[in-house]
Every structure is written in structure tokens, then in C-alpha cells.
């Protein structure tokens, strides 16, 4: 399974984003067993977007491989671009370390 976290910041004490399509960093995980294997960070394409933040940052998960989204939540343009990917979305508060925020993910 490959999870994309959005975060405030690259590093292993990174936090989620108050905004998903927008946040500055990605965190993509590696998870195999239920263990995480890799965590690599990315900036996130979409942040800086007029519009269609939600549809580019996305897309580029998807071709990152990326199954699973965790953000503080999600606008109407996310959830219909998810659904159309195929990506589970799996919401949590804005300040959730990100290990805690990876942790859920693996649990469900």
C-alpha cells in the first residue's frame, strides 16, 4: 500500500496540513505488512495552482502510485476527483502528527 499525507513540512515530525490540495509538502508512505518501509518527501505540485489544485495533486498521486489520502479534508472537487482514481480518503485533524496520521491508515 502507498499512502500521500499532506504535511506542514518535510521530516519525520511533520504534522497534517490545515488544507489538503494546497499543503506545501507531500509525504508518500511505503507501507508492506502492515509496516512502513519508506517515507520520502515531495513538494506538493498542486500547491501554488490558480485552480485545479485538488485534480493536480492527485493525478500526481496517482502516478506516484499512491492508493490512499490523508488530509484535514476534503472539497467537493477532491472527493469527485478521488472517486474517479479510485483513492480511499481517510480524514483527520489539521496538527495530527504524521506518524499517528499513518497509523490510522494502516488500520483500516
Known amino acids: 500500500m502507498r499512502i500521500a499525507v499532506a504535511v506542514d513540512k518535510k521530516g519525520e515530525d511533520a504534522r497534517v496540513a490545515d488544507r489538503f490540495a494546497r499543503s506545501p509538502y507531500l509525504a508518500i508512505v511505503s507501507v508492506e505488512g502492515g509496516e512502513v518501509?519508506?517515507?520520502?518527501?515531495?513538494?506538493?505540485?498542486?500547491?501554488?495552482?490558480?485552480?485545479?489544485?485538488?485534480?493536480?495533486?492527485?493525478?500526481?498521486?496517482?502516478?506516484?502510485?499512491?492508493?490512499?489520502?490523508i488530509g484535514p479534508g476534503?472539497?467537493?472537487?477532491?472527493?469527485?476527483?478521488?472517486?474517479e482514481l479510485g483513492l480511499k480518503r481517510i480524514?483527520?485533524?489539521?496538527?495530527?502528527?504524521?506518524?499517528?496520521?499513518?497509523?490510522?491508515a494502516i488500520s483500516k
Open 37 to 69: 518501509r519508506e517515507i520520502r518527501f515531495v513538494d506538493n505540485p498542486g500547491k501554488e495552482a490558480f485552480g485545479g489544485a485538488a485534480v493536480k495533486t492527485l493525478q500526481a498521486l496517482t502516478e506516484m502510485g499512491v492508493d490512499v489520502v
Open 74 to 83: 476534503f472539497g467537493p472537487n477532491a472527493v469527485a476527483m478521488a472517486e
Open 91 to 104: 480524514i483527520v485533524s489539521p496538527g495530527t502528527p504524521l506518524m499517528e496520521a499513518i497509523r490510522k
